[in-house]
């Protein structure tokens, strides 16, 4: 065996834990998400796409379907990572249809493909990142967008993996595609990964010895799962770049976490069962009233993930990573729509995020024991030991 560093050899550290913050930090730096300034070209500049390979998950609708849209007149030829959606949501043939119609429209002749994943489902996930990998392409964008919130999701469910469906489509199944390709990422010249986690981190708990209950209600009076699951995918997004930068083959990939806004998205329809009930209904007219009268439009959402994808501020940091532009942000970062903002403390606590990263891991490696390296995974454990540099990138 090798002396390199490892989980198991990291120094203890000696931060004091993290408050929990108040109910009124909560809930002003929620209500900051809901941000409802009108972006134009001159935030998001049109940027030239062309021969670019992106992958964007959950892209037949809302934020993935008008970020790939926005790629695909840029030139990009694209992935949509896609499940065979409930009878009321667009299918994804005919997102494809309309990508490929702005791409000429715009005068691309790009790939726009759709392939089968289901994010409760580990099987499709590894499934779709083998079909990827057959192709021998480089990797340039990972879009990690495809989410479900608690009133799409069934009382108490499980996946067939044994996860609790909202933690295993919003943050389980991304972590363990991102692993997958990292290897793919890491041969394009200056890759990115973007993250759509949520303002709603701020509404989640800490509470990783929960985070995989399937008995907890979809919707419980601590916080809920879903702003759980966005707290602990910014979280992970945070601790991955650090380990990403601590990489020599993989430091040049720049990963965050983007809050889109409050968008009127298919994200607030209700499962039939959920819509059975009176209440049901009323929370959901209430829901849908709220978000038609104060939401954003996806295609504003998209502009966000759009600018994470391509703008020089949120690429790679010349000095640090070896590509893009001298100064520019980097990865690891929270940020609102185009903005960059100070995300949960706990994002910025080693010891929580280290904590996270292992019981996230031991989850993934639970239902997949057969990959003893889960793509990156094992060299990022490697590199993971020495918390004391992070100071210096
Ligand atoms: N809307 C907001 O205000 C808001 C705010 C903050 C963050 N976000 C985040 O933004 C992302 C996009 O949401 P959106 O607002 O665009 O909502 P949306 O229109 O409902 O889009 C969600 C996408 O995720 C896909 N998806 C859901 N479950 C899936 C599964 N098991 N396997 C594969 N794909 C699945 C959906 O596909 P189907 O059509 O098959 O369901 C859809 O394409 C989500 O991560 C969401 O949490 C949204």
């Not at 134009?40 to 934020?63: F, M, Q, S, Y």
């Not at 005068?107 to 580990?122: F, K, N, P, R």
């Not at 041969?187 to 509404?203: A, M």
């Not at 024991?369 to 004391?388: A, M, Q, S, T, W």
Request: hydrophobic share 35%; charged share 20%; net charge negative.
């Amino acid at each position: 065996m090798s002396n390199e560093p490892s989980l198991k050899t990291e120094p203890e550290l000696n931060e004091p834990p993290v408050q929990d913050p108040s109910w009124l930090y909560r809930t002003i730096n929620a209500l900051k998400g809901c941000n409802w300034t009108t972006l134009t070209e001159t935030d998001v500049p049109p940027t030239d796409l062309r021969g670019k390979w992106i992958i964007v998950t959950g892209a037949n609708n809302g934020i993935g379907f008008e970020a790939a849209k926005t790629f695909a007149t840029w030139g990009a030829n694209l992935i949509l990572g896609c499940r065979e959606p409930p009878k009321w949501e667009t299918h994804p043939t005919i997102a494809v249809q309309e990508i490929v119609d702005a791409a000429r429209a715009a005068s691309h002749e790009c790939v726009v493909e759709w392939w089968a994943i289901d994010m409760g489902d580990l099987d499709t996930v590894k499934a779709f990142a083998e079909r990827w990998i057959e192709t021998g392409r480089p990797l340039d964008v990972l879009c990690n967008n495809a989410g479900m919130a608690p009133h799409s999701a069934n009382e108490q469910a499980a996946t067939k993996d044994g996860i609790q469906i909202l933690h295993q489509v919003n943050t389980i199944s991304h972590i363990y595609l991102t692993y997958l390709l990292l290897d793919s990422l890491s041969k394009s010249h200056s890759p990115r990964i973007i993250c759509t986690t949520s303002c709603h981190h701020f509404r989640g708990f800490f509470t990783p010895s929960t985070m995989n209950d399937c008995t907890i209600r979809p919707v419980h009076l601590r916080g809920d799962l879903y702003a759980n699951n966005k707290l602990y995918f910014q979280m992970w997004v945070a601790e991955m770049n650090r380990r990403l930068l601590l990489s020599d083959k993989y430091k040049h990939i720049t990963i965050n976490g983007f809050n889109p806004g409050f968008i009127n998205s298919g994200l607030w329809k209700f499962s039939e069962e959920n819509r059975a009930t009176s209440m049901g209904r009323r929370m959901e007219w209430t829901l849908n009233f709220l978000v038609s009268r104060f939401g954003i439009s996806s295609y504003q959402g998209a502009l966000g993930l759009v600018y994470l994808a391509t703008s020089g501020e949120f690429g790679g940091r010349l000095e640090v990573q070896g590509v893009g532009e001298l100064g520019a942000r980097g990865g690891g970062n929270y940020v609102n729509r185009i903005w960059k903002a100070t995300p949960m403390p706990y994002v910025e606590h080693l010891g929580s995020r280290r904590e996270l990263w292992e019981a996230l891991n031991g989850e993934i490696r639970g239902v997949r024991k057969d990959e003893e390296e889960l793509g990156g995974l094992g060299e990022l454990e490697r590199v993971g030991g020495d918390y004391g540099r992070e100071s210096r990138l």
